[in-house]
């Protein structure tokens, strides 16, 4: 038995629950319904008799016609990202292809079947696939339907991260053999390195481009933003605490970032360098990971990652400092968005290389 108070938060987070799966439905079955009508367009334009008796004005015409019917949606702008989306998305109809369904049977049997067969395709809003029919790169956009889905990303945070160069950043931050898998899987955290990005942006903390800031401003505006900073460290994060602090022969030393990644199951240290990475800066990196490992985490715990994140770095100075195997990582932050051009330029400097192989 339960009282009435859990009566009423049953009842409450019952209600909760449905009208956020009818939000849903509602979303997804937009979603199908401009998928179809895409699909509808481009058959009449390909295939239909009358074609040539409408020509540059059939989307005219046609939402024209339709909004005397009373359908909103379907002014002359919407009905051409509805042929875009589903050009886009083409494939899709080889779901429908495969229970022999066809926009030629008989209508209703195909409404009803191709709505069903299509559901399980789409997991976003139309606004979410608005946003992502402006990327071109069929892998970037994938990618990134992928990544919203598991995130729950809003529309907003799917922006940021596109305006960010979000897929971009992780292609150069990978060996040529893990870009393909972003596409195909999205962003999968199986060892530390999938946490790493070159280079983090942290455009939403406000700080301008100039040296009076210091490294406690820094990491004043990261926990003013802490959500945000969190998005951009990717997933699985939680925070622990700032300048964590510890002592080993009486000398104290601080940590000014802690957090526990969770899919990873380990502790993920961040020290912040306003400028310049130095080979000291990697040693007490890895004296504080050294400590983390030996006398905080648990036996069933993994290994402590730790990332140096600094304004400028010299690669080969960290690959001379670390050993070859360790679990340390520096990598670049940069206050203002990175420049579309020069990353899609590296980009497609690697999928050339990919193709060639």
Known sequence: MFDFNELTTLCFSTHEKMQQR????????????NW???CYISEFEQKGENRAGYGKNLIKKLSDTLQQQGIKGVSATNLKQCRSFYLSYQTISQTLSDQSLSIHSERTNFLEQASDLLMPEFSLSWSHYITLLMLDNPNERRFYELESSANSWSVRELERQISSSLYERLVLSRSKEEVIKLSEQGLIVEKAADLI???F???????????????????QAIITKLESFL????KGFLFEARQKRFTFDNDHFYVDLVFYNRLLHCYVLIDLKRDKLTHQDLGQMQMYVNYFDRHVKTADEAPTIGIVLCHRKNDALVELTLPEENNIYASRYQLYLPSKEELKAELQKIESELNDH
């Not at 942006?201 to 990491?219: A, C, I, Q, R």
């Not at 998005?231 to 990717?234: K, T, V």
């Open 22 to 33: 009818a939000v849903y439905t509602v979303n997804i079955s937009l979603v199908i319904r």
């Open 36 to 38: 179809l009508f895409g």
């Open 197 to 199: 990005k070159n280079p």
């Open 201 to 219: 942006v942290l455009e939403f903390l406000g700080l301008e481009e100039k040296p009076t800031y210091s490294e406690n401003d820094l990491e």
């Open 231 to 234: 998005l951009e460290l990717g």
